[in-house]
C-alpha cells in the first residue's frame, strides 16, 4: 500500500525528517480556513453585539496584539481595519506595550484589546492584559486563540469574549503556520461588516489550496538553490506579511538563512545594500494598480542591476515577460490584497520548509538545543509601580 502523502512527501519520510507536523499544517490550511469561516459566521450576532460600542466609536481605539508570528496578524490587518471602523486600528505587539505600557495605553480612550495566541500562554500576551485592566477603565478583551486549556483563554476580566478556533490550528510544530492564517482570518471576520467575506471565502480557500498543489516545482527549485540571504518586500497589508515571511524562513532554517524585509519604495533607502550575489529577493506583489507600479518598478531595477542571485515574485496578476520568475496564484485577479494574504503565505510557508529540509535541519523541531521555545520561555515580568 502507498504512503499518503503531505505536499508530496510521503508521510513517513516527513517523520523521519522530522517535518510530519509542519506539513500537515501548512497542507491543512485551505480547510482550516473554511471552518474557521463558519464558526465566526456562527458567532456573527454575538460578536457584533460585543464589539459594536467600541468599534463604531470614533473617541474609542482598538489594539491589535500579540508576540513574534502573532503580532503580525495585526501588522497585516491594522490599516485595512483602520479604514473600515470607526475606531482608530492600531497594530502594538505585546512585547511593546509589557516594556512600555503608558506609550501605547491611555486610560481616558475606550478600548477593545484584541489578543491573539496560538498556545495563549506567552507571559507578554497575559501581562499585556493584566496592564490594559489597569491602567484604561473602559475596556473590553476579544481574544483569539487555538487552545482551549490556555490562560489567555480564561482570563478573568468582566469584559471578554473569546474566538477560540478549530482545534486542529492549534499548531503542534514549532512555527505557527495554520494558526497564523486562522486567527488573521478570524479577526478580519469578526471586526469586518456583517457577512463581508461571505462571497470570498471559496477563491481565497481555492487559491490557497492551488498555492500548495501546484507551486511546488518552483519552490524547490528556489530551495535547492540555498540562498544564504533572503530578502521579502510587500506593500502596504504585505509588508506585514513580508515580515512574517522573514520569520518563518529564519525559524525552519534555524538561524542558517540571514534575512530581511521591507517594502519595495522603503529598500532603496538604504536596505538595499543587503543584496549580494547570493541573495534572493521574493515580492508579495499587490493587486491594487497604483501599488502594483511601485513593486514592478524595484522589481525591474533589481532585475537590471543584476546583483541579486534571483528576484522572484508572487502575483495573481502574473506579467507575460517574467513567467520563469513568477509563483502566480490564480482565482484572485481582482481580489483586495488582503485576500492575498493567505495563498502568499502559504508560498513562504512551504519555501522556508523545504530550505529547512535542503539544510537538514528537523522543522518540527528546528532549535533542539532550546535556545527558542514553542512557548516562550525566561521573561520576567516586573510590577508597574516597581
Known amino acids: 500500500m502507498t504512503s499518503p502523502e503531505i505536499l508530496g512527501f510521503p508521510e513517513p519520510l516527513l517523520e523521519a525528517k522530522g517535518a510530519l507536523w509542519t506539513a500537515r499544517e501548512i497542507a491543512q490550511q485551505p480547510a482550516m480556513l473554511r471552518a474557521t469561516h463558519a464558526l465566526v459566521d456562527s458567532l456573527a450576532g454575538q460578536l457584533r453585539a460585543f464589539i459594536a460600542p467600541l468599534v463604531d466609536d470614533p473617541k ?15 501588522q497585516c490587518l491594522a490599516p ?65 486563540t487555538c487552545n482551549p486549556a490556555g490562560a489567555l483563554a480564561r ?57 500548495i498543489e501546484g507551486a511546488m516545482p518552483l519552490l524547490q527549485e528556489l530551495a535547492a538553490a540555498r540562498h544564504d540571504r533572503v530578502v521579502y518586500l510587500g ?33 532603496r533607502h538604504g536596505p538595499k545594500t543587503f543584496v549580494t550575489d547570493s541573495t534572493l529577493v521574493i515580492v508579495f506583489v499587490s493587486n491594487d494598480p497604483y501599488t502594483r507600479r511601485y513593486d514592478h518598478d524595484l522589481i525591474d531595477e533589481l532585475r537590471r542591476d543584476g546583483c541579486a542571485a534571483r528576484v522572484v515574485e508572487i502575483s495573481a496578476q502574473p506579467r507575460a515577460g517574467a513567467l520563469q520568475d513568477t509563483l502566480a496564484v490564480q482565482g484572485l485577479e481582482r481580489a483586495e490584497d488582503v485576500d492575498l494574504l493567505w495563498p502568499y503565505v502559504a508560498a513562504a510557508q512551504i519555501y522556508a520548509l523545504l530550505h529547512s529540509l535542503e539544510r537538514g535541519v528537523t522543522p518540527d523541531n528546528p532549535n533542539p538545543a532550546g535556545i527558542v521555545n514553542r512557548v516562550v520561555q525566561g521573561v520576567q515580568l516586573y510590577a508597574l509601580d516597581a
Open 80 to 144: 485595512l481595519l483602520d479604514r473600515q471602523l470607526a475606531a482608530r486600528v492600531d497594530a502594538v505587539p505585546t512585547t511593546d506595550i509589557v516594556c512600555a505600557p503608558q506609550l501605547y495605553l491611555d486610560p481616558g480612550q475606550p478600548l477593545l484589546l484584541v489578543s491573539f495566541g496560538r498556545s495563549g500562554n506567552s507571559p507578554e500576551s497575559l501581562a499585556a492584559v493584566e496592564l490594559a485592566e489597569a491602567l484604561v477603565s473602559d475596556i473590553r478583551h476579544l481574544v483569539v
Open 235 to 267: 506593500s502596504g497589508l504585505l509588508q506585514g506579511l513580508a515580515r512574517e515571511a522573514t520569520l518563518k524562513l529564519g525559524e525552519l532554517t534555524n538561524g542558517a538563512v540571514v534575512t530581511c524585509f521591507d517594502s519595495p519604495l522603503g529598500f
Open 60 to 74: 474609542a481605539r482598538v489594539i491589535l496584539t500579540g508576540a513574534g508570528t502573532s503580532a503580525y496578524i495585526g
Open 155 to 211: 482570563i478573568p476580566v468582566a469584559q471578554a469574549m473569546t474566538l477560540l478556533l478549530p482545534e486542529q490550528t492549534h499548531d503542534t510544530s514549532f512555527a505557527m503556520t495554520s494558526s497564523f492564517s486562522c486567527m488573521m482570518y478570524a479577526t478580519l471576520a469578526a471586526l469586518s461588516p456583517a457577512a463581508a467575506l461571505d462571497g470570498r471565502i471559496g477563491a481565497l480557500s481555492s487559491a490557497t489550496d492551488g498555492v
